[in-house]
């Protein structure tokens, strides 16, 4: 059965998305180009006053290092770590909002932009809870996008409809309960779905649409790697 969309459920912040970053892209390189990917912005952090994670043991910045050096062991992405020591993002809502900007121009725009925000984040060591940060990345968008509107992001970021949408994709996450990122959402055309969570290797992820042209509705085991 043809899969229709996915729905990949991320933050800008979320280690392990950056570390699947590759297998993703070639992941959307190797299937059939009329699936339709759709990024949902899960808020990671809201901000250190509101965040724990149990499992990682992390509460404030600082326990953020250990856990992108994991993620850089396990997938070979590059991590600039001291990010958490040296200028610590406060929250991941600012980039989340950022996308949801992006996206309002295009949907089609958004891969890139959020590969050029982790790689800010995560190799550059950019803390890209900070506006100027966000414009930066967008103007280098312009680079590659000849068609983004620079003003028009500029706008989105303070005002209200980025904001609206962001608010939108956050009581999805509510609602489907989706607590561990990344997490991908695999839709088919007779309506079927697979839910799946945590970091997976290109191989891993190849198996598992390859299985679903064929499988009905199915609960894939989680990977321990994940936000």
């Known amino acids: 059965m043809h899969i229709t969309e996915v729905v990949y459920y991320t933050d800008p912040l979320c280690c392990w998305s950056w570390g699947m970053e590759t297998a993703i ?12 990917w759709r990024y949902c912005m899960c808020g990671l952090i809201p901000d250190w006053k509101h965040f724990s994670d149990p499992v990682n043991s992390v509460q404030r910045p600082a326990q953020m290092g250990p856990v992108w050096m994991h993620a850089q062991a396990v997938s070979g992405a590059s991590f600039d770590t001291t990010l958490w020591f040296k200028d610590p993002p406060s929250s991941s809502y600012p980039a989340c909002i950022a996308v949801k900007c992006v996206e309002l121009q295009n949907i089609s725009y958004v891969p890139s932009f959020i590969e050029l925000l982790r790689t800010a984040c995560m190799t550059n060591g950019i803390n890209i809870a900070r506006t100027e ?8 968008l312009t680079l590659s996008v000849d068609t983004f509107d620079i003003e028009l992001f500029r706008q989105d970021l303070i005002g209200q409809r980025a904001r609206d949408a962001f608010r939108k994709d956050l009581e999805e996450v509510r609602i489907k309960q989706i607590d561990r990122y990344p997490s991908l959402l ?33 609960q894939v085991p ?6």
């Open 186 to 218: 695999v839709r088919k055309a007779d309506n079927s779905q697979v839910l799946f969570s945590g970091y997976r290797s290109y191989d891993e992820l190849s198996n598992i649409f390859r299985s679903e042209y064929k499988d009905r509705l199915t």
């Open 222 to 227: 989680p990977s321990p790697y994940n936000t």
């Open 25 to 36: 892209k070639k992941l959307q390189a190797t299937f059939d180009a009329t699936v339709r």
């Open 133 to 140: 940060a966000l414009v930066s990345v967008g103007e280098l």
